[in-house]
Each structure stands twice: as structure tokens, then as C-alpha cells.
């Protein structure tokens, strides 16, 4: 069974400030796909970024950075001089065989991210 | 080009009801998934829709059922609504089902059962 934990409910910035969240997988598949979501209150889920377990390189996306180790299992975001706008509900899913040819998509609880001005 | 719709915005049922929501993919996309948001978590998933076929299923009774249509629009259906069942309700399209393919979602559908 797949599982994703997000330990951080909650976590609350002054703007300019770097904030990273966690998130930390499980699967017992040597093929798998990582992603990250934004829910903003409006909430429709924003493609992030997605990784897949082969490929371990860190990625940077303008003030988004992803960091992954498989060591770990672990597939951190970092947002660097967080904005206001960066306030939302950020969630990491992973995507791993469920049988019969098909992959699901499993989501952590997610974590809060509050910018205050 | 249109993204993921998804009809109603809200909806507001009662137990034992039964309720039908809707969702049209994205253009060009085939694959169409459904996902229930409860308050304050993460997206559980339902089942995937492709080729008119569900595909695969989540861990969600046999009172959750759907379709997709010729067009891969897609229904879900869900009978003797329980309280439990208040949620928000979201459709994903992407393309071929690839595990790899990002799911684009739709606004969702905010569903209460009283």
C-alpha cells in the first residue's frame, strides 16, 4: 500500500521568509511518480512539479525548489521569499502501481501555509 | 481552451438521497478521475475513468458508481447519501492514464448531505 505523510498541518511565515514542507512517501515500488499540488481557497488543485523515482535531481522553478531523497523517502518543497500569494494548501501525492496495470494517486493530508504581510 | 468543468458548484441533498454530479475534461484528455475531499484533508481517490471502462477503483462502496460518455465526459453517481458523504467532490482529466502525466483538476463540487 502507498502512503503519504505530511507531518506539518499548519505552518505560518512573514512574507520574505524561506519555508520549506515536508513530505515523506511510502511504497514498496521500484517505479513510482511524485507530485505537488497547491490549493488555493478557491479550491482547484495547481499542478506543482512531478518527479519520478528514477530521477533524483533536484529541481528549481523560480522561487519553487524541490528536494528529493530516496534514502529518505522524502520529497521536500522549499518556497524562498515566500509571498503572500504563496498562502494555500500544498499537497504531496504520490502515484505508485495499484494492480491490473493501473497506477493511483494517493495524497497526503496536506499543510497550511499562512504568509503573513 | 477550456480546462476541467465541473457542474454543480454546490449541492445540497439529504439522507438517502441520491445525487449525480458531472465533469468535462480537458480538450484532448481521455482519462478522467474522481477524487472526494473531506474537510481538512487531502483528496481520496474514487476511481478512474478511461475508454468508457472504470478502470481502476479506490477503496469507496458500491454505492460510488460513475460513467464516461463517447465525448470521455464522465458522472458520478452516488446512492443513500450519508451524512459522511458531505465533501467536496473533484474530477481530474489527463491523457492515456499514464502514471506519469500530470491530472489537471477541476473547481470541484462542494457536496452536503443534512
Known amino acids: 500500500a502507498q502512503k503519504v505523510t505530511q507531518a506539518q498541518t499548519e505552518i505560518s511565515v512573514v512574507e520574505k521568509e524561506d519555508v520549506t514542507l515536508d513530505c515523506v512517501y511510502e511504497t514498496r515500488d521500484t517505479t513510482y511518480y511524485l507530485f505537488w499540488y497547491k490549493q488555493p481557497p478557491s479550491g482547484e488543485l495547481v499542478f506543482l512539479i512531478r518527479r519520478n523515482s528514477f530521477d533524483e535531481q533536484n529541481e528549481i522553478s523560480g522561487r519553487y525548489s524541490w528536494n528529493f531523497q530516496k534514502s529518505t523517502s522524502s520529497f521536500n518543497f522549499t518556497i524562498t521569499a515566500s509571498q503572500v500569494v504563496d498562502s494555500a494548501v500544498y499537497f504531496c501525492a504520490l502515484s505508485a502501481y495499484s494492480g491490473a496495470g493501473s497506477y493511483q494517486l494517493t495524497f497526503g493530508k496536506g499543510t497550511k501555509l499562512s504568509v503573513i504581510p | 481552451d477550456a480546462g476541467v468543468t465541473q457542474s454543480p458548484t454546490h449541492l445540497i441533498k439529504t439522507r438517502g438521497q441520491q445525487v449525480t454530479l458531472r465533469c468535462s475534461p480537458k480538450?484532448?484528455?481521455?482519462?478522467v478521475s474522481w477524487y472526494q475531499q473531506a474537510l481538512g484533508q487531502g483528496p481520496q481517490f474514487i476511481f478512474q475513468?478511461?475508454?468508457?471502462?472504470?478502470?481502476q477503483r479506490g477503496n469507496f462502496p458500491d454505492r460510488f458508481s460513475g460513467h464516461q460518455f463517447p465525448n470521455y465526459s464522465s458522472e458520478l453517481n452516488v446512492n443513500a447519501l450519508l451524512l459522511g458523504d458531505s465533501a467536496l467532490y473533484l474530477c481530474?482529466?489527463?491523457?492515456?492514464?499514464?502514471?506519469?502525466?500530470?491530472?489537471?483538476f477541476g473547481p470541484g463540487t462542494r457536496l452536503t448531505v443534512l
Open positions: 475513468y478511461y475508454e468508457e471502462e472504470e478502470r
Open positions: 481530474a482529466s489527463s491523457l492515456g492514464g499514464s502514471p506519469y502525466n500530470e491530472q489537471f
Open positions: 480538450s484532448g484528455h481521455d482519462t
